[in-house]
């Protein structure tokens, strides 16, 4: 049986979390491949709101096994937080596994976030301030601690010894903080160790055994397509590869065994943090999709930035993560609008762009070229097929799905489980 990728096509927060829970009873493992506790999925089941951070969704699926991949950067104090916050809900968190080859956010890749970003001033990212740009710089450096060394003391040692002593230098000399002591961050790591130990396995056998058996693994993309570090809009991003390939990488799982990438899209755009965004709002209509979509952030309880659904960014997103299908989301926050707009090209500097601009700067000054779309009134909450809806909404989902480059499968009507569309099953069509 097949893995099954679920990837944000915009700039996060399109709905991954409420996908992967849909599907959740019907897969057999949810493995989050990239990023760490800057995320932020909301999933509402049974009427009651859950929000992970750097636990996978599928965590809320009984029958599914969550794991969390080597691509990811796990925050121990975060993690065990987040399972004791579940647990104390009755959700049942003793199937989590971690790959032993994850690495580790240590305390001080959150002070180096925070310098960092003080440090850029104008230039600065709006991170979520959760280190995990410096932990991946330190995976790339290899000077990073991983799972497995907290259960080996002295490598533990060796690796914070090497770490700090390039650490220390720049916190000292260049950011007038106070040295870290080795000790300090050994203590930190060894006093989570015994509760770590059952969760750490190899999960590429873990997963690629349960592929050979015919099950179905998930894999529930962090973050999405433009925070990218390498296809999005560099340098606003985060560190890891929220697309499909990295998926792969992420998991361990080969990309000949992925058969769905599955895009999650907002039926308008947001964004949180700084970086270029063409199609964002800055009149009372940004106002209006902030406050009847509740675009606040899960993790940092940022005001997301609020703009037009854009079509050139979503077919070069299902374009470089090979989409099969898209999920759009919150097509019932659009109800009430007489028109909506929807940027279907670019103008920049006077050339039109079907596509995505080559360079950073060409997509800095792009101005949206848009086609509007007529609106609907009627209440779509309550809809679950194509045909429930009404004309004008009808015409507006297929008329992405025309622009976009790959057929939308599914469409969300309300933060609840139920509250959904089908029009192809995601798994099995
Ligand atoms: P993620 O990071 O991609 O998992 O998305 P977030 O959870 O950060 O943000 C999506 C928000 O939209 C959450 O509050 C969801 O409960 C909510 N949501 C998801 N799908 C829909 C939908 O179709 N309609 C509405 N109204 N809300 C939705
Ligand atoms: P989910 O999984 C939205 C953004 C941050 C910042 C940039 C870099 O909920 O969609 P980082 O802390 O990762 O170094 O920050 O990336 N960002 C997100 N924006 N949703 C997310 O996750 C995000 N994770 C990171 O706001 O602009
Ligand atoms: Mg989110």
Same mark, same amino acid.
């Given at each position: 049986?097949?893995?099954?990728?679920?990837?944000?096509?915009?700039?996060?927060?399109?709905?991954?979390?409420?996908?992967?829970?849909?599907?959740?009873?019907?897969?057999?493992?949810?493995?989050?491949?990239?990023?760490?506790?800057?995320?932020?999925?909301?999933?509402?089941?049974?009427?009651?709101?859950?929000?992970?951070?750097?636990?996978?969704?599928?965590?809320?699926?009984?029958?599914?096994?969550?794991?969390?991949?080597?691509?990811?950067?796990?925050?121990?104090?975060?993690?065990?937080?987040?399972?004791?916050?579940?647990?104390?809900?009755?959700?049942?968190?003793?199937?989590?596994?971690?790959?032993?080859?994850?690495?580790?956010?240590?305390?001080?890749?959150?002070?180096?976030?925070?310098?960092?970003?003080?440090?850029?001033?104008?230039?600065?990212?709006?991170?979520?301030?959760?280190?995990?740009?410096?932990?991946?710089?330190?995976?790339?450096?290899?000077?990073?601690?991983?799972?497995?060394?907290?259960?080996?003391?002295?490598?533990?040692?060796?690796?914070?010894?090497?770490?700090?002593?390039?650490?220390?230098?720049?916190? *000292? !000399?260049? =950011?007038?903080? /106070?040295?870290? @002591?080795?000790?300090?961050?050994? %203590?930190? &790591?060894?006093?989570?160790? +015994?509760?770590?130990?059952?969760?750490?396995?190899?999960?590429?056998?873990?997963?690629?055994?349960?592929?050979?058996?015919?099950?179905?693994?998930?894999?529930?993309?962090?973050?999405?397509?433009?925070?990218?570090?390498?296809?999005?809009?560099?340098?606003?991003?985060?560190?890891?590869?929220?697309?499909?390939?990295?998926?792969?990488?992420?998991?361990?799982?080969?990309?000949?065994?992925?058969?769905?990438?599955?895009?999650? *899209? !907002?039926? =308008?755009?947001? /964004?949180?943090? @700084?970086?270029?965004?063409?199609? %964002?709002? &800055?009149?009372?209509?940004? +106002?209006?999709?902030?406050?009847?979509?509740?675009?606040?952030?899960?993790?940092?309880?940022?005001?997301?930035?609020?703009?037009?659904?854009?079509?050139?960014?979503?077919?070069?997103?299902?374009?470089?993560?090979?989409?099969?299908?898209?999920?759009?989301?919150?097509?019932?926050?659009?109800?009430?609008?007489?028109?909506?707009?929807?940027?279907?090209?670019?103008?920049?500097?006077?050339?039109?762009?079907?596509?995505?601009?080559?360079?950073?700067?060409?997509?800095?000054?792009?101005?949206?070229?848009?086609?509007?779309?007529?609106?609907?009134?009627?209440?779509?909450?309550?809809?679950?097929?194509?045909?429930?809806?009404?004309?004008?909404?009808?015409?507006?989902?297929?008329?992405?799905?025309?622009?976009?480059?790959?057929?939308?499968?599914?469409?969300?009507?309300?933060?609840?489980?139920?509250?959904?569309?089908?029009?192809?099953?995601?798994?099995?069509?």
């Amino acid at each position: 049986m097949p893995a099954i990728v679920i990837v944000g096509a915009q700039w996060g927060d399109e709905g991954k979390g409420k996908a992967t829970d849909l599907l959740g009873s019907r897969v057999d493992y949810v493995v989050k491949p990239n990023g760490g506790n800057n995320a932020g999925h909301t999933v509402v089941v049974g009427g009651e709101k859950f929000e992970l951070k750097l636990l996978p969704a599928g965590i809320l699926s009984p029958n599914a096994v969550p794991v969390i991949g080597n691509g990811v950067v796990v925050n121990l104090e975060a993690l065990f937080h987040e399972i004791d916050g579940l647990e104390a809900r009755g959700a049942d968190t003793s199937k989590l596994k971690i790959s032993a080859n994850a690495h580790l956010v240590a305390p001080y890749h959150q002070t180096m976030d925070k310098v960092t970003e003080r440090f850029l001033g104008k230039r600065a990212i709006g991170t979520t301030g959760r280190g995990i740009g410096p932990t991946y710089m330190d995976k790339v450096a290899r000077l990073g601690i991983r799972v497995q060394d907290i259960f080996d003391e002295s490598i533990l040692r060796q690796k914070i010894e090497g770490a700090l002593r390039q650490k220390n230098e720049l916190l *000292v !000399k260049l =950011y007038n903080r /106070r040295a870290i @002591a080795v000790d300090e961050i050994a %203590e930190y &790591f060894l006093d989570f160790a +015994e509760r770590l130990r059952p969760m750490v396995v190899d999960t590429t056998i873990l997963l690629n055994d349960a592929l050979d058996r015919d099950e179905v693994v998930l894999m529930e993309g962090g973050q999405a397509t433009y925070l990218d570090v390498d296809h999005g809009t560099y340098p606003f991003v985060t560190s890891s590869n929220p697309t499909a390939g990295g998926a792969s990488v992420g998991s361990g799982i080969g990309p000949t065994r992925i058969k769905r990438s599955i895009g999650i *899209v !907002k039926a =308008y755009t947001t /964004r949180v943090g @700084a970086g270029p965004f063409p199609t %964002e709002l &800055f009149d009372e209509w940004g +106002e209006y999709l902030q406050k009847t979509g509740g675009e606040f952030g899960v993790n940092t309880g940022r005001p997301r930035r609020c703009g037009w659904y854009d079509a050139v960014m979503a077919r070069y997103a299902s374009r470089i993560n090979g989409f099969t299908d898209f999920f759009l989301t919150k097509l019932d926050v659009l109800t009430g609008i007489e028109e909506i707009p929807v940027c279907v090209a670019y103008e920049v500097d006077g050339v039109r762009h079907d596509e995505m601009p080559m360079t950073q700067t060409e997509f800095h000054h792009a101005k949206p070229v848009f086609e509007n779309y007529p609106g609907w009134t009627e209440d779509i909450s309550g809809a679950r097929t194509l045909e429930d809806l009404p004309e004008n909404a009808r015409n507006y989902v297929l008329a992405l799905e025309k622009l976009s480059g790959c057929r939308i499968s599914g469409v969300g009507v309300g933060p609840g489980r139920d509250q959904t569309i089908a029009i192809h099953d995601l798994i099995e069509d």
